[in-house]
């Protein structure tokens, strides 16, 4: 029987064989723009009109995911089509039993029509095929070729039985019509996967062998068939029951068919009392105390399907909102909850999953624990809990798989087990550990304040800039966690810098430009404010050039939990919505080895990238020294002349195998930097982040450093910020601020600890410094003692010279000033452009005079930075507390796009109701 012919047994697009019209049926898509199987099988079935049937066409000739799907599905019906063959002969009248009687709709035809959207009967001829499928691909192809004789052989009994039945079952009049309604599921399952059926005999299947036929295919079929259902069509959830015949006119039917058909029957019963369906779960998590949002909450569900239990996730967002997707779920049923967040009491509790969308608000108690006893705990939990959907495996071959990418779904469990490798020490660092459990495994160089320096003796300060907002981030995640960030994880440019502020662009030749303003320091009267702000040329994304990039991500054990790869995936998914044609992306994972998952694809084929991202699982140790080096190999091989060439690194920063040391990945870096391959690094997780590490290598490899904890910051930087992210725009960018001894007599730089360069450094352009990117912004803020004023603040100075000192010889505009100059300082800013060896100078004087009205955005990083000081509870914070912070930040919220000054005021509140300073200032 050839496909037409089997459209037109099974119904067509012409409608039902009664005439009645039926809706015009549209394709759909999922949310990754993929046609679901049920659109696959009805643009198969030329059931959809031209132009949505061209639409279809065009969307499967570009992907090839759907492109496997449309090959699987006409295996299928070319496989059911040679079942159907041998059923031609003896078919010689319509035979309303030949099919199940709940889908059979009687006609007066040459054949029985079939409602094609329920497909019942097809899925009983399919549940043969597939056990063909199904069993080849184990290597029993003759066992195969058996099961479809005795599924043939089972029809053929059932049409001979019917046929013997009587006329009764023939004739449309003589059956009643009962219209039911069918409920669709939201989408069709995957292809089911298991042990093929084996018959007992050579042509009797055992009832057994035919309930798992029919599960199988049903399951796949009956969604695929119902999701196609357009409301209200003639055919939607039509059934008939036939007339019935008397028992004595028909002959016991054979085992097989007896087997198919006690299968049918008891599927039908189970069905009629529990559902198979999709189901939205969602909800808002909160603090039991506080009732401000819970956010970054690890939210997993255990429920059953026909499959058996199946485990699905998410994460809560900035508004503490989860949804979660439970596919294929049996309902009605109960589903076990767990709920996880440092910080709070873990919950567990069951659900009944009664409806399409089940709403369950949850509500977490405090509970101070630390950052590594949680770890321990969700560590256990991984080991034993099934697979998550969602996380894929890499095909049996092993095809493109590296260290850490699952090869099998065997291999799977036993790197879930695998214990976490053990902590690397930093030899060239000072270590600081989070306050709470000592054995915690994050680390963070210390930080100690910058002073103030006299300006008689210490008239120069220089610093290279820093473009990074990652302790921003890191110090947001403490707090919503219920936690004091460490000390040393506050590092307050990073804070102040997070905030977009409106900044003249440059004007002229330069890529950037220098803004100054003065004004009174809110947390000491007595002193000054003085900003120093920098806005770099701003480039639309349309016209940056092409991008090469590789992302090298961590996929070792220290990664599996929700905040880290899982989280790692959705963010490279937005970045790679934004890519163009031109680009190119290639896709490096590490873990106990080194390995490309994706070779160098372009940017507009993101269906094939983001498959591959799909693939990643985590497990094994952590070579990230070979990720690196191999992932700058792979940039190198695409080098683009002109074009942005970059690594993008995601990890929570744990390298302990192979090349680890800082000196040594410095220096690799440092090598690649200067062949013209820079490197962004993207940090994620808790317990065992590795801040230091990753701060530094971004900072040899001139590139940013970005800490990603949930979905919208990653969206923030690799989306709203791309430019600034891919593409430099000035190299070692160093600051140097002069201060007028007539009018300053001590300064102090808030932040940049650990970025200050020694004076002559400025003039070197052998001096490695920080980075801008197109569009970014930085602001450098110094608190300045005026001339005159003493007793406020300790003041590093030395005893007097005897020799006066010589004016710095650096450029026309060092010319002395008189005694009574009206300015408090002077700016001089070096930079490259990209490609060039020697630096560029622009300046700009800072005014004496502050001013009373300062500028709404001056205002408001001065709030950030006064809040920057009570984290680190630092002997400078003056007179701050937490209510002056909330006051200025609220006064200076401005047009605040993107929300982010009021989600500081927020952050703000919540740590006020945590946290104290050594003094007890809230």
């Known amino acids: 029987m050839s496909h037409d012919m089997m459209s037109d047994a099974f119904g067509g697009p012409e409608g039902m064989p009664d005439g009645t019209p039926e809706e015009r049926l549209v394709p759909e898509f999922d949310s990754e723009g993929h046609a679901d199987e049920g659109t696959i099988h009805t643009w198969l079935d030329r059931m959809f009109d031209d132009e949505a049937s061209a639409l279809v066409e065009a969307h499967v000739s570009g992907c090839a995911r759907c492109q496997e799907v449309v090959a699987e599905a006409r295996g299928l019906i070319a496989g059911t089509s040679r079942v159907l063959d041998a059923l031609d002969g003896?078919?010689?009248?319509?035979?309303?039993?030949?099919?199940?009687?709940?889908?059979?709709?009687?006609?007066?035809?040459?054949?029985?029509?079939?409602?094609?959207?329920?497909?019942?009967?097809?899925?009983?001829?399919?549940?043969?095929?597939?056990?063909?499928?199904?069993?080849?691909?184990?290597?029993?192809?003759?066992?195969?070729?058996?099961?479809?004789?005795?599924?043939?052989?089972?029809?053929?009994?059932?049409?001979?039985?019917?046929?013997?039945?009587?006329?009764?079952?023939?004739?449309?009049?003589?059956?009643?019509?009962?219209?039911?309604?069918?409920?669709?599921?939201?989408?069709?399952?995957?292809?089911?996967?298991?042990?093929?059926?084996?018959?007992t005999s050579t042509s009797t299947p055992t009832e057994g062998t035919a309930r798992t036929a029919l599960a199988d295919s049903r399951e796949r079929n009956d969604a695929s068939a119902q999701a196609r259902m357009a409301p209200g069509s003639a055919g939607a959830g039509a059934s008939v029951v036939p007339a019935a015949a008397s028992p004595a006119a028909s002959p016991a039917p054979p085992p097989a068919a007896q087997a198919f058909r006690t299968a049918e029957a008891a599927v039908s019963a189970s069905d009629a009392a529990v559902a198979v369906a999709s189901i939205e779960l969602v909800g808002v998590v909160r603090d039991g105390g506080t009732q401000v949002p819970v956010q970054q909450a690890q939210v997993q569900v255990t429920y059953q399907s026909p499959r058996g239990q199946q485990v699905a996730g998410s994460i809560s967002d900035a508004t503490g909102a989860y949804r979660i997707r439970l596919t294929n779920a049996t309902r009605p049923s109960g589903a076990q909850l767990n709920v996880r967040r440092l910080g709070y009491s873990p919950i567990r509790q069951t659900i009944s999953l009664d409806r399409d969308i089940?709403?369950?608000?949850?509500?977490?108690?405090?509970?101070?624990?630390?950052?590594?006893?949680?770890?321990?705990?969700?560590?256990?939990?991984?080991?034993?809990?099934?697979?998550?959907?969602?996380?894929?495996?890499?095909?049996?071959?092993?095809?493109?798989?590296?260290?850490?990418?699952?090869?099998?779904?065997?291999?799977?469990?036993a790197r879930r087990m695998a214990a976490p490798p053990a902590p690397v020490t930093m030899q060239e660092s000072v270590v600081s550990r989070p306050r709470g459990d000592a054995a915690s495994r994050e680390q963070y160089d210390r930080i100690e304040d910058n002073p103030f320096l006299g300006v008689r003796n210490n008239p120069l300060s220089t610093f290279s800039i820093d473009v990074d907002r990652a302790s921003y981030g890191n110090m947001r995640r403490f707090i919503t966690q219920g936690q004091r960030p460490p000390k040393d994880a506050v590092r307050i440019e990073e804070l102040v810098n997070y905030f977009p502020y409106d900044l003249p662009a440059p004007e002229g030749n330069d890529p950037v430009r220098i803004t100054t303003e003065t004004m009174q320091a809110p947390w000491q009267p007595r002193h000054r404010l003085v900003r120093i702000a920098l806005q770099a040329q701003r480039i639309d994304t349309r016209n940056l050039p092409p991008n090469n990039l590789v992302f090298l991500v961590d996929v070792s054990g220290s990664m599996m939990s929700p905040d880290k790869l899982p989280l790692v995936k959705q963010a490279l998914r937005l970045l790679v919505n934004e890519l163009r044609p031109q680009d190119r992306v290639a896709l490096v994972t590490y873990a106990g080895n080194a390995g490309v998952v994706l070779p160098g694809t372009s940017g507009d084929e993101k269906v094939t990238i983001n498959e591959a991202i799909d693939r990643l699982e985590a497990g094994g140790s952590t070579a990230g020294g070979a990720g690196l080096a191999l992932a700058y190999d792979v940039a190198r091989e695409a080098f683009r002349n002109g074009g942005n060439n970059r690594v993008i690194l995601a990890t929570d920063g744990d390298f302990n195998v192979g090349v680890s040391s800082d000196a040594e990945l410095e220096r690799m870096i440092e090598r690649r930097r200067n062949e013209g391959t820079y490197l962004?690094?993207?940090?994620?997780?808790?317990?065992?982040?590795?801040?230091?590490?990753?701060?530094?290598?971004?900072?040899?490899?001139?590139?940013?450093?970005?800490?990603?904890?949930?979905?919208?910051?990653?969206?923030?930087?690799?989306?709203?910020?791309?430019?600034?992210?891919?593409?430099?725009?000035?190299?070692?960018?160093?600051?140097?601020?002069?201060?007028?001894?007539?009018?300053?007599?001590?300064?102090?730089?808030?932040?940049?600890?650990?970025?200050?360069?020694?004076?002559?450094?400025?003039?070197?352009?052998?001096?490695?410094?920080?980075?801008?990117?197109?569009?970014?912004?930085?602001?450098?803020?110094?608190?300045?003692?005026?001339?005159?004023?003493?007793?406020?603040?300790?003041?590093?100075?030395?005893?007097?010279?005897?020799?006066?000192?010589?004016?710095?010889?650096?450029?026309?505009?060092?010319?002395?000033?008189?005694?009574?100059?009206?300015?408090?300082?002077?700016?001089?800013?070096?930079?490259?452009?990209?490609?060039?060896?020697?630096?560029?100078l622009i300046s700009a004087p800072v005014a004496a005079t502050a001013?009373?009205?300062?500028?709404?955005?001056?205002?408001?990083?001065?709030?950030?930075?006064?809040?920057?000081?009570?984290?680190?509870?630092?002997?400078?914070?003056?007179?701050?507390?937490?209510?002056?912070?909330?006051?200025?930040?609220?006064?200076?919220?401005?047009?605040?796009?993107?929300?982010?000054?009021?989600?500081?005021?927020?952050?703000?509140?919540?740590?006020?109701?945590?946290?104290?300073?050594?003094?007890?200032?809230?």
């Open 90 to 199: 003896p078919l010689a009248a319509p035979v309303a039993s030949a099919v199940p009687a709940s889908v059979v709709r009687p006609v007066a035809s040459a054949r029985p029509r079939v409602a094609v959207r329920t497909w019942r009967w097809m899925g009983g001829l399919a549940a043969a095929v597939l056990a063909v499928f199904v069993v080849q691909r184990q290597g029993g192809f003759e066992e195969g070729k058996t099961a479809v004789a005795g599924g043939a052989e089972a029809v053929r009994a059932e049409a001979q039985d019917s046929a013997a039945s009587g006329a009764a079952a023939a004739s449309p009049a003589s059956a009643p019509v009962a219209e039911t309604a069918v409920q669709a599921p939201a989408a069709a399952p995957a292809v089911a996967r298991g042990t093929a059926p084996t018959p």
């Open 358 to 413: 089940v709403v369950t608000d949850i509500v977490m108690q405090q509970a101070m624990q630390s950052l590594n006893s949680v770890a321990v705990q969700g560590a256990a939990a991984t080991a034993e809990r099934p697979r998550v959907a969602g996380i894929a495996t890499m095909p049996a071959d092993g095809r493109g798989v590296a260290g850490g990418v699952a090869k099998s779904a065997e291999s799977a469990p």
């Open 680 to 840: 962004t690094v993207l940090g994620f997780g808790t317990g065992n982040f590795q801040s230091a590490k990753m701060e530094k290598l971004a900072k040899v490899g001139n590139g940013n450093f970005a800490y990603i904890d949930r979905l919208d910051e990653a969206r923030k930087t690799l989306v709203e910020e791309l430019g600034a992210t891919l593409r430099t725009v000035a190299n070692d960018v160093k600051l140097q601020v002069e201060f007028n001894p007539s009018t300053v007599r001590a300064y102090r730089l808030i932040g940049y600890e650990n970025r200050l360069l020694r004076n002559e450094d400025f003039a070197d352009d052998t001096k490695d410094a920080g980075d801008i990117g197109a569009g970014h912004q930085v602001t450098a803020l110094y608190e300045i003692v005026p001339a005159g004023v003493t007793g406020t603040v300790p003041v590093r100075e030395v005893d007097s010279l005897r020799y006066s000192q010589v004016p710095p010889r650096d450029a026309d505009d060092n010319t002395p000033r008189s005694a009574g100059s009206s300015e408090l300082g002077f700016v001089r800013l070096r930079y490259k452009r990209p490609g060039e060896s020697t630096s560029r």
């Open 851 to 922: 001013r009373s009205n300062a500028s709404t955005d001056f205002r408001f990083a001065a709030s950030v930075a006064s809040f920057g000081m009570l984290l680190r509870d630092s002997e400078y914070r003056g007179n701050s507390s937490a209510a002056q912070v909330l006051e200025m930040a609220r006064a200076a919220l401005g047009r605040d796009v993107g929300g982010y000054r009021a989600a500081f005021v927020e952050l703000v509140e919540r740590w006020r109701s945590i946290g104290t300073t050594s003094d007890g200032r809230r």
